[in-house]
C-alpha cells in the first residue's frame, strides 16, 4: 500500500534543500503530506517542527498510551557537490537506488514513517493509544532541541527514531559534548618574550595532560572518546607577537549516566595542577554554549552537551518492536548507534522509553554519492506501522 507514492515523496524532498535552520520548504512538504494522507491532526510548531497525529480510541478508559516516532528534516552540507556522481539534490533513482542528500540520514525514513503510521488510519479504532509522527529541526547542530519542544507539548510512553541503523534496533548510543578549554597569557613582542606570558605554549603544556584521561568503559556502549577538534590562539595571525589567548576545542563522546561535571572534573583537576605550580598559568574547561535560530525566527539557546543512554533488551518496548520485525518475517539483531542522536533528549534526559531502527547503514550518512535502496524504504515503512501496533496493543 502506498508504496510508489512513498517513493515519489521521497523524492521531492531529497529534491528540497534543507540546512539546519532552513528547513522550511523541507516542512511545507512535510506537513502537506500529512494532511493528504489523512491524519488526524496536523500541525507545526513555534520552533518549526511539524507533527501529525493519529488519534486510536480502543485504550479510551484503559490505560492508554501514546507512542511517538521521531525524524529530523535537517541535513549536513555538500561542501565538494563536484565529487558526486550527479547533483546532490537530483533524487535520482538508478537500479532500484535512490541517491541525494538525506536519503541516508534521515529524510527517507522519515518519510517511511509518515506513510507507515498513515496505514494504521483504516484501523484506527483498534489502537490502544495515539500515534504521533515529529519530523523536527536542527538535529544535526543541537541534537534533541527539536524533539524537546514537541515534548513538552505531548507526554508520550515510546519513542521511535529513524536514525540509519541498517534495520538493527537500536538500544542506545553515545552522547556527545563539545569542550572549550581556554588559557589566557600576555600580549609582548615576540623578540622580547620574557616579557610576555606565551598562552599558545601553556595551551601546548596542558594538552598531553588532558589527552591522557582514563574514559570511562561501558560494556554496551564502548568506551568514551575525548578528542581534539580544533586549536587556534589570539591575535591570529600572530606576526611578531606572543599570543595572550589560545583556544582548544574537544569532542567528547559519552557513555550512558555521565555527566557535565563528571566530564569537567578531571579537566579542571589538571588545570588546578598547572595552576598551583605556576601563578602565571590561567585556564579555564566549560561545555560549548551554541545560539541558532530557527526557520520560524525562534532564537536557540543551549549547551553542546547531550547524554548517551540504553534501555534494556527486556524492556516491553523492545521486545514489541523484535516481535514486530519478527511477524513480517525480518530477523534483526539489537544494537547500539555510534552517534548522537535525539535519543539524547527523549531517553538521555526525561527518561522515555526509546528505541530506533533506521533503513540505511550508519556509514552511509554524510557521505559523497548517499544513497539507499528503494525496497528498503518500503521495508521501513512496513516495520514502522507493525512497531506501532505492536506497541498499541
Not at 58 to 83: K, Y
Not at 339 to 361: H, K, L, W, Y
Amino acid at each position: 500500500m502506498h508504496s510508489e507514492q512513498l517513493i515519489d515523496f521521497c523524492q521531492k524532498i531529497i529534491q528540497t534543500e534543507s540546512l539546519s535552520g532552513q528547513e522550511e520548504q523541507m516542512a511545507a512538504l512535510v506537513k502537506t503530506e500529512m494532511e493528504k494522507l489523512g491524519y488526524d491532526q496536523v500541525w507545526v510548531d513555534a520552533y518549526g517542527n511539524v507533527v501529525g497525529r493519529i488519534q486510536g480510541t480502543a485504550g479510551t478508559g484503559r490505560d492508554p498510551r501514546t507512542i511517538l516516532f521521531d525524524g529530523h528534516m535537517d541535513t549536513v552540507g555538500v561542501p565538494s557537490p563536484e565529487r558526486w556522481s550527479d547533483s546532490p539534490f537530483s533524487g535520482l533513482i538508478k537500479d532500484g537506488v535512490l541517491y541525494g542528500r538525506g536519503t541516508a540520514d534521515m529524510k527517507c525514513a522519515l518519510a517511511a514513517m509518515i506513510y507507515g503510521v498513515a496505514e494504521l488510519l483504516p484501523s484506527k479504532a483498534a489502537l490502544a493509544g495515539d500515534v504521533y509522527v515529529a519530523a523536527v529541526v536542527f538535529e544535526e547542530t543541537l541534537e534533541g532541541v527539536g524533539l524537546g519542544k514537541v515534548l513538552d507539548s505531548i507526554s508520550v510512553d515510546c519513542v521511535v527514531l529513524g536514525e540509519p541503523s541498517d534495520f538493527k534496533l537500536c538500544l542506545g548510543q553515545k552522547g556527545r559534548a563539545e569542550i572549550v578549554i581556554k588559557t589566557d597569557g600576555e600580549n609582548a613582542h615576540s623578540a622580547t618574550p620574557d616579557r610576555g606570558i606565551n598562552a599558545a605554549s601553556h595551551m601546548i603544556s596542558l594538552l598531553p595532560q588532558i589527552d591522557n584521561i582514563e574514559m570511562q568503559q561501558c560494556e554496551f556502549l564502548g568506551r568514551g572518546i575525548l578528542e581534539l577538534t580544533d586549536i587556534i590562539s589570539s591575535p591570529y595571525p600572530g606576526s611578531s607577537v606572543i599570543p595572550n589567548h589560545c583556544r582548544a576545542t574537544y569532542d567528547r563522546r559519552l557513555v550512558s549516566n555521565e555527566t557535565e561535571e563528571d566530564v569537567l572534573a578531571p579537566i579542571t583537576e589538571i588545570i588546578s595542577q598547572f595552576e598551583s605550580r605556576n601563578p602565571q598559568f590561567k585556564a579555564s574547561a566549560a561545555i560549548k554554549h551554541a545560539t541558532e535560530s530557527t526557520y520560524t525566527g525562534e532564537t536557540l539557546s543551549e549547551k553542546r552537551f547531550f547524554p548517551g543512554w540504553i534501555i534494556p533488551e527486556s524492556a516491553p518496548q523492545v521486545q514489541a518492536a523484535l516481535q514486530a520485525c519478527k511477524n513480517l518475517g525480518y530477523e534483526t539483531r539489537v544494537d547500539y548507534y555510534p552517534f548522537c542522536t535525539d535519543g539524547s533528549e527523549s531517553a538521555g534526559r526525561r527518561g522515555i522509553p526509546t528505541i530506533g531502527i533506521g533503513p540505511a547503514p550508519s556509514n552511509m550518512a554524510h557521505v559523497v554519492d548517499e544513497h539507499i535502496h528503494t525496497d528498503d524504504i518500503v521495508k521501513a515503512k512496513n516495520i514502522y506501522r507493525e512497531i506501532a501496533l505492536a506497541l498499541l496493543n
